[in-house]
């Protein structure tokens, strides 16, 4: 049985691996960390695990190498799509999966580290061509810019009172957009809502452009305020 501990400061994130990883039998989770103080207590604490870390959490890699080389673990990077994955193979890291992972490719990355082996993407840079994501570049065509504003905060983790407030509407409206969104999509719910936006590069780019203006016109808000 793999011993897995999963660290990820994006909960909505963090949900969708632990549900890919439920899957596999030969699996399980034994920790979730929001934060690096949990992630670097899990460690020490489950001692000869599978520890699949987001990049983004910034940890210190060196430490995180040498902590999970004393524990007897293997390291798995959770890289930001874009990145290159052959530096975080250098620093010792025993996998590395964007944050675009399918769940097959997820478990058998999985599979390989606990078996002694190294895992990286076929490529180590995603392909800008526009012809790799049509379904994205489709969908991000359908959506409203108001839409568009909903999934960017999705993807966040936002929650539809948050997502109301900061875009000055009701939750009912929020709900009624949602709606909207999810039969464009072709998605239930907002789980699978962020996971199918991260994994279309094209509108992964959008919710993430679109996000930096509404923090920027918050961010203006709030100065003109004061």
């Known amino acids: 049985m793999n011993k897995i501990i999963l660290a990820d400061s994006q909960a909505i994130f963090r949900a969708g691996t632990a549900k890919v990883l439920a899957t596999d039998e030969d699996s399980r989770i034994i920790a979730q960390c929001s934060d690096l103080d949990r992630l670097y ?20 890699f060196t430490r995180m190498r ?8 293997r390291g798995i990077v ?3 799509n874009g990145e290159a994955a052959g530096a975080y193979l250098q620093q010792g890291f025993r ?5 675009s992972v399918n769940g097959p490719a997820l478990v058998e990355c999985v599979r390989r580290v ?3 082996d190294l895992w990286a993407p076929p490529q180590l840079m995603h392909s800008n061509t526009s012809e790799d994501d049509v379904v994205g570049t489709r969908v991000r065509d359908r959506l409203t810019p108001k839409e568009m504003r909903i999934v960017a905060l999705i993807v966040q983790g936002c929650k539809n009172r948050e997502i109301a407030q900061r875009l000055k509407t009701t939750e009912q409206v929020i709900k009624n957009y949602l709606r909207s969104i999810y039969d464009k999509t072709g ?3 907002r789980l699978e809502l962020a996971l199918f936006t991260i994994h279309h590069r094209v509108l992964a780019q959008a919710a993430a452009e679109v996000a930096s203006k509404l923090e920027a016109e918050e961010q203006t808000t709030s100065g003109a305020v004061a």
């Open 41 to 60: 207590h899990a460690v020490t604490t489950f001692p000869g695990s599978i520890v699949i870390f987001a990049a983004s959490m910034r940890p210190d």
């Open 66 to 73: 040498m902590l999970l080389e004393t524990v007897g673990s």
């Open 78 to 80: 959770i890289a930001e």
């Open 95 to 99: 996998g590395v999966v964007f944050r």
């Open 114 to 116: 606990a078996a002694g």
């Open 187 to 189: 998605v239930s719910d």
